[in-house]
């Protein structure tokens, strides 16, 4: 167990639907990353958000957002939906243990959402 | 920008076999370099991790990679298989100029025959 929770496991959807997935970090972490796991394309980076700030942005469509509440979940809004959208979404958070180089400290990684859209 | 390239997208092993997974990388700057391993069902969870110092790493469950810089690899071995070892292996490059998040290679599957 990472420490890392998201909802819901699994989500099944129409076309041009919207829908919201959520993360909760490992205690103390303010860092969240969003990741997408297709068959298609891969594992890619989505967005990652720091104490509520968003800090940098990847392949992620204009129909996707993403926010951290100040509790430092977040969620990852999907809209307009379409079949290629149909994957599997991570959310991660980062423990920065102090002492190590920026870039070096790990990334937890949650169960994962599957969305099917239909 | 930073890539990963994994060679084979499915390796099978038998039980008790070296287990070797290749991963090369491209960067422009120092990488730091992680293999994450993926059971069925479940999230990505970090086998080892490669930043500074020592170029072989060891991780858990008996797995340990080498960069090598001139090579540009930071391939993954185990000496010998179980068959709980048997799962997606993704190896990964942090891009820490650029907010640390993770540019992953294609995946490869390993298979471990009894």
């Known amino acids: 167990d990472s420490g890392v929770t998201q909802t819901p496991k699994h989500l099944i959807t129409a076309t041009g639907q919207r829908v919201t997935l959520r993360c909760s970090p490992r205690?103390?972490?303010?860092?969240v990353y969003w990741y997408q796991q297709s068959l298609d394309q891969g594992l890619q980076f989505l967005i990652q958000?720091?104490?509520?700030?968003?800090?940098a942005k990847g392949n992620i469509l204009e129909r996707f957002s993403a926010q951290q509440f100040p509790d430092l979940h977040s969620e990852l809004n999907l809209s307009s939906l379409e079949l290629g959208d149909s994957a599997l979404y991570f959310c991660a958070s980062r423990g920065y243990a102090g002492g190590e180089l920026p870039g070096t400290d790990t990334q937890y990684f949650g169960p994962g959402t599957r969305l099917t859209v239909l | 920008a930073q890539s990963v390239t994994q060679l084979g997208s499915h390796v099978s092993v038998s039980e008790g076999a070296l287990v070797l997974l290749r991963c090369n990388y491209s960067?422009?700057?120092?990488?730091?370099l992680f293999w994450y391993v993926q059971y069925p069902n479940q999230g990505l969870q970090l086998l080892l991790k490669y930043t500074t110092g020592a170029t072989l790493v060891k991780g858990i469950n008996g797995f340990e990679a080498e960069f090598k810089k001139s090579e540009t690899s930071f391939h993954l071995t185990k000496p010998s298989a179980h068959m709980s070892d048997a799962a997606e292996y993704f190896c990964a490059v942090s891009e820490w100029d650029a907010g640390n998040m993770l540019t992953f290679g294609g995946g490869t599957r390993l298979m471990v025959k009894p």
């Open positions: 205690s103390g972490d303010l860092s």
């Open positions: 958000y720091y104490n509520g700030e968003e800090r």
């Open positions: 960067s422009s700057v120092p990488p730091y």
